[in-house]
Structures are given as C-alpha cells and as structure tokens.
C-alpha cells in the first residue's frame, strides 16, 4: 500500500528557502511509470500544482514558481525534495506531495496524496 | 496559463438531492480534466479523471461529463459524507485547478 509523507521545517523567515522532504513508502519510486509532485494550498484556499519530477530527474515546473523552485531525487532513500526560495508571507500553506501517472509535460491526475504539512512563513 | 473556473462557489444541498457543479476552462483542454473531493484537514480524493471515468472505489453516483471548454461533475443522490470542497483540475497543459466548489448542509 503506497503511502506518502511530507516532513520539514514548520516555520520559514521570509526571503529564506523552504525546504521539504517527502519519503514514499509501499513501492519504488523508481517506477517507469510515475512522477512526483507537490501541491500547496494556503490556508481557505484552493491548490496549486508546484511542480513533479521523474525518477530519473526530468522536471516540470508552474511557470510563476519556475525561478525559485527546485524538485529533486533520492532514489536510494525512495524520496523527494522540494526547495522554494525567497518565501514570503504568500507561499504560507500546506504543502503536499503526490503521484501521477507519466503523461508528457503535463501533471496528470494524482491518485496518492501525503497527508500534507503546514509551512507558514513569518519572522 | 489556462484558467479553471468553477460554479458555483458554494452550493447548499439535502441529502438525496441531484448535485451538479462546473468547470469551465479559458481555452480547449479535450477530455483532459479530473475531479477531486476534498474534506477539511484532508488531502483532496481523486473521483474522476479523463473528464467521466471513475476512479476505482469511487461510488458509482459520482459521474463527470463535457469535453473543450465545460465539464460538469455529477452527485447523482447525495450522502452525508459528500459533504466537502470540490475540485476541478486541468492537465492538458501542465496543471491547474479551478477554486473550488464547497458543498454544504442545506
């Protein structure tokens, strides 16, 4: 049973750089036949797909976000990683990561969520 | 970017009732679109992908239609446990969600 989970710092002094880890479990994330993605969703807010990445290290990224994200990974240690730069007060929500089935440069639909964490950024 | 947008924003139904929401895209996305649940502190829920099918384990009264520019998802009778936010998501072009569309107790 695949299961996903988010972990990192809560708390993120703005102009600094949010960092998350997310460790799957239940099956190889080196599966030819997914990617891995983040999600975030501001508190009352709607989602917002951030970017995913292959196992073998092709990424695909929002365009807005593009300059201050990076998504990389681990296959020894089956996770991922999410960096965000710069934050600021508006990059405050949960951030999830999630599969999706490999489809081109688009993110298809994600079919197994982490539970998401809550990263707000304040000084 | 494609924009995403759903109605209504807030829908107040009973249990029983036939619920309809929509999506409609800015530009044409073919079948490319899913659907999602989402309940408070919850990660969103995968209901229907390919614009109508269901995802498996999904009950059978959630249905989902359109192609091009507007989708609608369908709650044939509605269930306590519908009660929640709905998502629309596009992936014919990277990805974007629509704003949501909460479902509540009438």
């Known amino acids: 049973h695949l299961q996903l989970q988010e972990s990192g710092p809560g708390l993120v002094k703005p102009s600094e750089t949010l960092s998350l880890t997310c460790n799957v479990s239940g099956d190889s994330i080196s599966s030819s036949s997914y990617y891995w993605g983040w999600i975030r969703q501001p508190p009352g807010k709607g989602l917002e797909w951030i970017g995913s990445i292959y196992y073998r290290g092709s990424t695909n990224y929002k365009s807005s976000l593009k300059s201050r994200v990076t998504i990389s990974v681990d296959t020894s240690r089956n996770q991922f990683s999410l960096k965000l730069t710069s934050v600021a007060a508006a990059d405050t929500a949960v951030y999830y990561c999630?599969?999706?089935?490999?489809?081109?440069?688009?993110?298809?639909?994600?079919?197994?969520w982490g539970q998401g964490t809550l990263v707000t950024v304040s000084s | 970017d494609i924009q995403m947008t759903q109605s209504p924003s807030t829908l107040s139904a009973s249990v029983g009732d036939r619920v309809t929401i929509t999506c409609r895209a800015s530009q044409s996305i073919s079948t490319w679109l899913a659907w999602y649940q989402q309940k408070p502190g919850k990660a969103p829920k995968l209901l229907i992908y390919?614009?109508?099918s269901l995802e498996s384990g999904v009950p059978s009264r959630f249905s989902g239609s359109g192609s091009g520019t507007e989708f609608t998802l369908t709650i044939s009778s509605l269930q306590p446990d519908d009660f929640a936010t709905y998502y629309c998501?596009?992936?014919?072009?990277?990805?974007?969600f629509g704003q949501g569309t909460k479902v509540e107790i009438k």
């Open positions: 390919k614009a109508s």
């Open positions: 998501q596009q992936y014919s072009d990277y990805s974007g």
């Open positions: 999630a599969r999706h089935v490999k489809g081109g440069y688009s993110a298809y639909p994600f079919d197994y």
